[in-house]
């Protein structure tokens, strides 16, 4: 039973069609806003819905794979978007790459056609009623303003300055050893653990990686994006520019440190912090960087500890606007005081096209069941989108950053499996297993 109460989508991106259509598909009455072609962004080149501005590749299909993984289990729940990717689709090996235009044209032609969805050129400056706001990071002033205003100062961050975040099992933990600087700090619930892992370096090893540093490439994008560096968030690579000990007396300082190895200060330390409470990823704290990702790879792996690391996410800075999700919404992406305004797309905290689009399909799922009198649900956390829902949920807002789908989100299995390939298809089995069995509980509760 569809409720004849007209929804309101802002934003016609990814996240936003995806959501549009979900709710039209259920029998609702859908505004779909886009304030293309009325006023433009610094990054679209169309009017088009959908329109894809960095990359034309919703990365990999394969299944041991976290972003595969995600596609399936959106494959599982009806994603309209993931349609038009395939048949927008290009050769590029296992990735799921699209002609651009032919995809932003399906995606329009999809929702223009749809008899219970309008769309309304026209830029939104205030959080309507009964809502989802899928804005995306180039958010318009106003509407951002409302935002700000809805849910404080802290509610809304313009700048994204992310560090990089590796899997634990890929640090030697030979050479990184488990200390707070002075022993101020212990991990929560375990008193005896200090609260990071430090990687040490001697005088050759820091002037090798400083080197390293200085002479990598980095990543020039838009000119939109070009970023007014400030202190709190200054790459490591700018922070070389400034002299060789910057980062000695910075971030990588070691003082209050001993080396369990040689019972010594060491020349220099980089810090990673726990970014989960299952301590499956760690954050290099202060390494924020513009460094292209080969770049990243080759310089950050010469961190004593991290030869062989494991990159859940790397670095980036640039503007994005995003909200502080785990204190300001609900753990369906909401406001607290109205659980009918929700929240989809990179405006979440979630990085890249599938989770952006998935965050927007699951936002159309909840309102029509809302609308239907019923509760929203959350994926079950074994599966990729449930744990992507839970990091939105249980990061420390103090702390809190974009995240991307990583196997590093997901709750170990009950039996460990140390083949790399062999564990991540057991996890994505079981994902897939419980999203099956949630998606039929998930409109099986409207018909009953």
Known sequence: MASDQTVDVVGGGLAGSEAAWQLAERGHQVRLHEMRPVKTTEAHKTDRLAELVCSNTFKSTELSNAHGLLKAEMRLLGSMVLQAADEARVAAGSALAVDRDVFAAAVTARIASHPRITVVREEVTAIPDQAIIATGPLTSPDLAAAMRAELGTEGLAFYD???????????????????????????????????????????????????????????????????????????????????????????????????????????????????????????????????????????????PGLAGAEFLRYGSIHRNSYLNTPAALTPHLSLKRDARVLFA????????????????????????????????????????????????????????????????????????????????????????????????????????
């Not at 050759?204 to 968030?233: I, K, N, S």
């Not at 599966?383 to 809190?400: E, H, N, S």
């Not at 991307?404 to 039996?415: S, Y």
């Open 345 to 448: 797309g990179q405006i979440t905290g979630v990085e890249g096209y599938t989770e952006s689009t998935a965050t927007g399909l699951l936002a159309g799922r909840n309102m029509s069941r809302m609308l239907n009198g019923a509760d929203p649900m959350v994926p079950p956390e074994h599966t990729m989108l449930g744990a992507l829902y839970r990091y939105l949920r249980d990061a420390d807002p103090k702390y809190f950053q974009p995240m991307n789908a990583n196997f590093g989100l997901l709750d170990e299995l009950a039996e460990p499996v140390r083949d790399k390939r062999v564990k991540r298809e057991r996890l994505a089995e079981r994902a897939l297993g419980a999203m099956r069995e949630w998606s039929a509980s998930f409109d099986s509760a409207l018909h009953t």
């Open 161 to 303: 300055a992310i560090a990089p975040i590796v899997d634990v099992d890929s640090v030697d933990h030979s050479i990184a050893f488990r200390a707070a600087r002075y022993d101020k700090e212990t991990m929560e619930g375990a008193s005896s653990e200090g609260a990071y892992l430090n990687c040490p370096f001697n005088r050759e090893e820091y002037d090798a990686f400083v080197e390293a540093l200085a002479t990598a490439d980095q990543y020039h994008g838009h000119e939109f994006d070009a970023v007014p560096y400030f202190e709190g968030c200054m790459p490591v690579e700018e922070m070389v520019k400034r002299g060789r000990e910057t980062l000695r007396f910075g971030p990588m300082k070691p003082v209050g440190l001993s080396d369990p190895r040689t019972g010594r200060r060491p020349w220099a330390v980089a810090q990673l912090r726990m970014e989960d409470r299952g301590g499956r990823m760690w954050n290099l704290v202060g390494f924020q960087t513009r460094l292209r990702i080969p770049e990243q790879q080759r310089v950050l792996r010469m961190i």
